[in-house]
């Protein structure tokens, strides 16, 4: 018992690695929330008027809503959304040119995360590369290989340029998913987003890299709120990679993000997704709130939307990546891996809702609690009324370490249509001392030990993942749970 | 090899191991038998270091050095295999990976790099052909899936795969059909060398059989009451335990 409470300890000491500011030069709205701030946002954004239009309808339309009650699982203290600044940005950055405008510290803080701003290889001995859209705070800074992107006639931009660049595809697209009444956090999102990615890869074009925004909170005192926008028109197909991660502050900080996607007849959006925003610390003190809302719809038939994500971080997760399949013969799939430790508190999953002919989807959760958190799976699969001959298969499994954590699962299936098939299977594990013990008589210790049992849980998932990002997900994934023998 | 003097443990407050005496020399193979609840089991634990068994008395010296006093790990990596009498499913993590990982955590341990994969990919060919192991199970998720006497040629699989000085084999042949014995055995007896001890727990004489052990030992009440050669095997067979009961109740 005593060797167990050591190791406890002591792996409960996992540092966040992201938690260093730069100290960069900021430009902010002043605090709180009115119109005058959704206008401050759009005119420093230098946005036409019906993008204003839309802000402001948003935010009137924010005024009248209430807070969810908590149906969720989650637990914290109401909050202030006047005590907040919805507008940050780094000084220096006029225009999205040359990296020589691009402020030093900031290359610096992109460097320390490990993404390369400067076009170049990130796969050693590979012809990989990756075109990186990078936020910080509230804006873009920077977005590579947008020309050799731009031969192919792929836009990948950001969300702001692409008001500016793309009005009739923003027009078209924008809210089409996530309606700017849609729930109380996207709505307020539509009101004062910043910044995020926009992407269009045109008919019949095969994205010939991956696409990747990375998100970063700098500032304190700020929320940070962006749109992320792809389409991929008929045939086409991207796989797009999204991560995140921010300063250690003892404030907890909001994020109420939005990604829209569109995929059109025969096409394919694949999205993976690392989540390593600040958690809080060991006591649970500060780290992000994260609500975001993620839908995308198979428009067209045939076409195919993809989300995998690895959530290892903030203090709350709230989020449900969802698919409508309208397109008959569409697919959607779902593949999560949910991390809580410490004081954490998760309930994402999914909804797939299935409304032509012969969709399918495949839901795959695995959810690990440790420390003293909370960690739920929430997903509905809705047949509808003519979605003849629709699918589902759900497996949702919960590995628990200690006993202080809960594990939760709450599976919603409405059929509206008989020919449906829909599969749902649970289990909840504990990961076994014993399991530990036999890694140990083979001379694996303990840390290792949960690290290569831990992965292979997850294995189905992390195979999803582009390569470079399974292999910073397995280290995530180690990190995160250091801490947690039971 | 393995020295233990006066051994007790306990697990949940309960002595089990009370005072036992074993020495293994180089290259032996002892068999420990005895009655059910005897502490066969806990010996093999307690060496392995499993973290529920408390040691309040006693000394094991491995090659020379406190035993006790090292962790799980070090304890293999030391060269101290135990061939679990249920071997754990380990879903996700392929056998492959999983022994290259031991392998090399042992080699980093003894100041030595990854082991080669050219290297690597040949022994696991030869030592799967030690135990008949389908080369389909070795790329399976460890354990995962497998029929009872799999898992078990899986342990002796492993075994070869991380060449212990000291294996201990717990109760390997429980559950095993008279062919999996046999293959089990063979590939025990192809791993015996004069650097290599074997401390081997069973219930039944048949694996002596196929194994044939220098010395027998007879544990009861948490120690060792009787002790002799690979006829004694025989004659625990012909005559059960009852008798050595009585016996160590007067001692």
Partial sequence: MAEKNEILEEFTQGEYKYGFTSDIETEFAPKGLNEDIVRFISMKKKEPQWMLDFRLKAFRHWLKMKHPDHWAHVNFKPIDFQDSCYYAAPKKIKTVGSLDEVDQELLKTFEKLGISLEEQKRLVGMESKIAVDAVIDSVSVKTTFKEVLAEKGIIFCSFSEAVQEHPELIKKYMGSVVPYTDNFYATLNSAVFSDGSFCYIPKGVRCPMELSTYFRINSSGTGQFERTLIVADEGAYVSYLEGCTAPMRDENQLHAAIVEIVAHKDAEVKYSTVQNWYPGNKEGVGGIYNFVTKRGICLGDNSKISWTQVETGSAITWKYPSVILKGDHSVGEFYSVAVTNNYQQADTGTKMLHIGKNTRSTIISKGISAGKSQNSYRGLVRISKGATNARNFSQCDSLLMGDKCGAHTFPYIEIHDKSAVVEHEATTSKIGEDQIFYCKQRGIDTEKAIGLIVNGYCREVLNQLPMEFAVEAQKLLSVSLEGSVG | ?251
Avoid: C
Avoid at chain 2, 153 to 164: D, G, K, T, V
């Fill in chain 2, 1 to 251: 090899m393995i020295n233990i003097k006066n051994l007790h443990a306990s697990v949940d407050g309960q002595e089990i191991l009370k005072g036992l005496n074993l020495d293994v020399k180089d290259g032996e193979v002892h068999a420990i038998m005895g009655p059910n609840g005897s502490g066969k089991s806990t010996l093999a634990s307690v060496l392995a270091g499993k973290s529920e068994y408390e040691v309040a008395e006693g000394e094991v010296l491995f090659n020379g050095k406190n035993l006790l006093e090292m962790s799980a790990e070090d304890r293999a990596r030391e060269g101290l295999f135990l061939a679990f009498q249920y071997p754990v499913e380990i879903p996700g993590v392929s056998n492959i990976n999983f022994l290259k990982t031991a392998i090399n955590e042992i080699r980093a341990y003894k100041g030595l790099g990854p082991i080669e994969p050219k290297t690597f990919l040949a022994m696991v060919k030869e030592k799967q052909s030690l135990v008949e192991l389908d080369g389909k199970l070795t790329g399976r998720s460890v354990n995962e899936g497998f029929s009872g006497g799999e898992k078990k040629r899986n342990e002796i699989f492993q075994m070869a795969m991380l060449e212990p000085t000291l294996a201990i084999l717990d109760e390997t042949d429980s559950g095993l059909d008279i062919d999996a014995l046999r293959i089990v055995a063979n590939g025990v007896n192809k791993l015996r060398d004069q650097k290599r001890s074997f401390i081997i727990v069973t219930h039944y004489q048949r694996l002596l059989d196929y194994i044939i052990p220098d010395f027998v030992h007879v544990l009861y009440n948490g120690r060792i009451v009787k002790t002799g050669g690979k006829e004694l095997a025989l004659e625990l067979e012909a005559k059960g335990y009852d008798w050595l009961k009585s016996e160590s109740v007067e001692a």
